[in-house]
Every structure is written in structure tokens, then in C-alpha cells.
């Protein structure tokens, strides 16, 4: 047999590629035209010298209070049901329950394909497709967070399930365990710290895409920051976004907390 080019193992071709197509991309730009616009720079040191003097009044904290709230609850709410959704769907998909290789392939290309389906779609593309279908609902955010997260999560449960070590589940299996034993006692219990992990992260970018859907009209962060952008309030629209940071934060040390009790 003919051996492959060292070239083609290596990292140049990656990095030819990339290259290619950042050339491609420089080239498509139409750079007769103004690259800024006439104006933008006068508004973004508008917009961020107000960060020097963010609302604070007591009845625009509180409506920014209860904007995080309806923000949190959103993402609450999608990210349980893409739990809901992502965990079966992931154990389907990884195909640690079939034996059978007859059984095995053709339900986990089907489950992977699925999943496949539902992440492709971007969130704000589900929100507003459910907007459409039954108006301007907290249903609408809700359901599009959960269905492109659970995809997300059935696939990166299924790896994860698929990745830990054989060793413990081999000493099951042989002392008489069934797979169904073997998927709870022995695989669940290896893979809950790096699933919960993902999850939280998870979580967060339901919180950040909670606030996103808030644009098409559905109460939250992002629906108050509209409101203060129209209206080029940027000490309003800071103190939005200073809101959704410690959202984050407070997510962030949450899970690490919890990652840090069922690893010790």
C-alpha cells in the first residue's frame, strides 16, 4: 500500500484550509465602501460612557428584577424539558442497550439523525416559528429552548455515555448484571458528574438565549433592553445587562459547587 503524504497527517493542510478561506472571506468584502458606519463611532462612545452612569433607581431595579425573573423562569423551565427530552433520547442514541448490531445501528442513526434535526434549527428560529403558531406566550420561549437543547444534550449525553470505562462495566456484566443494571448501576453513575456539568453549562446558555427570544416580544431581559435601546436609555440598558451577567456568575459558581460535591 502507498503511503499517505506526512503533509496530509499534519496540521498544514488544517492550516492551509483556514487560511483559504479567510483569504475568501477578505475577498468577498466590498471594500470601496465605508467598512464603518458614518456616525458609529459618536454612538458607541455614547453607549458605553453611560456605563459610568447605569440606572439605579429603586422602580427601574425592580423592573429589571422582575425582567431576570421572568428570564430565569423561562430557562428553568426549557432546560427541564430538554433534560426531559435530551436523556432518553441520548441513551437511545448511544446504543449501550442493544446487543444486537442488527437492532443497535438503525436506532442509533435514527436517534443521532433526529437529534441532528432539532439542534440544527438556532432557538430564535423555533421561538419565533411558535410565535407564529400560537402568539406570544411564555409556552412559545419555553418550547424553543427545549427542543434544539434537548438535541443538543440527547447528543452529548450519548458520547459521554459512551466514553467511560469499560473496566467497571465488564466486572458487572459478569457478575450477572442485565444491560438495562449495567446502564444504571455502572454508566449513569461514572457519567452523572460530566452530564451535570454539561447541563449547567447548558443552563446558562438558556438564560443568555432567554433573553435573546425576549426581542420577539416575549417578557424578559431582552425584551427591556429593546425598550431602553429604542429609546438610546444606554444607563437603562447597562444595568440590563450587568443584570444577565450576575445571572451567569451565579449559575457558573452554582455549578461548580455542585460538580465539586460528587466528584470529593
Given amino acids: 500500500m ?17 487560511v483559504g478561506a479567510l483569504a475568501w472571506s ?51 423551565a426549557g432546560i427541564t ?63 424553543a429552548l427545549a427542543i434544539p437543547y434537548g438535541g443538543i444534550l440527547g447528543r452529548i449525553y450519548s458520547e459521554i455515555l459512551n466514553d467511560v470505562p469499560e473496566a467497571p462495566l465488564r466486572s458487572l456484566r459478569a457478575s450477572g448484571a442485565s444491560e438495562w443494571q449495567v446502564l444504571l448501576y455502572g ?8 452530564m451535570l456539568s454539561y447541563s449547567f453549562y447548558r443552563f446558562e446558555c438558556a438564560i443568555r438565549a432567554a433573553a435573546i427570544m ?9 425584551y427591556q433592553i429593546q425598550l431602553s435601546l429604542d429609546d438610546l436609555l444606554y444607563g437603562q440598558v447597562w444595568t440590563l445587562l450587568l443584570f444577565l451577567v450576575a445571572l451567569i456568575v451565579l449559575v457558573d459558581s452554582w455549578s461548580t459547587v455542585v460538580r465539586r460535591r460528587l466528584v470529593a
Fill in 214 to 222: 425576549s426581542f420577539v416580544g416575549i417578557a424578559g431581559l431582552g
Fill in 187 to 194: 454508566r449513569l453513575v461514572m457519567a452523572i458528574p460530566d
Fill in 81 to 143: 424539558l430538554a433534560i426531559a427530552l435530551g436523556l432518553p433520547l441520548g441513551i437511545i442514541a448511544s446504543g449501550t442497550l442493544a446487543r444486537s448490531t442488527k437492532v443497535r445501528t438503525p436506532v442509533v442513526v435514527g436517534t443521532r439523525g433526529f437529534l441532528a434535526v432539532t439542534r440544527s434549527i438556532h432557538e430564535l428560529v423555533w421561538a419565533w416559528l411558535f410565535v407564529a403558531a400560537i402568539g406570544i406566550s411564555p409556552m412559545a420561549a419555553i418550547l
Fill in 2 to 18: 502507498r503511503a499517505r503524504p506526512v503533509f496530509l497527517e499534519s496540521r498544514g493542510l488544517l492550516t492551509l484550509l483556514l
Fill in 26 to 76: 477578505l475577498s468577498a468584502v466590498d471594500w470601496k465602501g465605508p467598512l464603518v458606519h458614518t456616525g458609529g463611532a459618536g454612538s458607541a462612545l455614547e453607549f458605553f460612557g453611560a456605563l459610568g452612569n447605569i440606572e439605579l433607581s429603586p422602580s427601574f431595579l425592580k423592573l429589571a428584577l422582575e425582567a431576570c425573573l421572568y428570564t430565569v423562569a423561562y430557562a428553568v
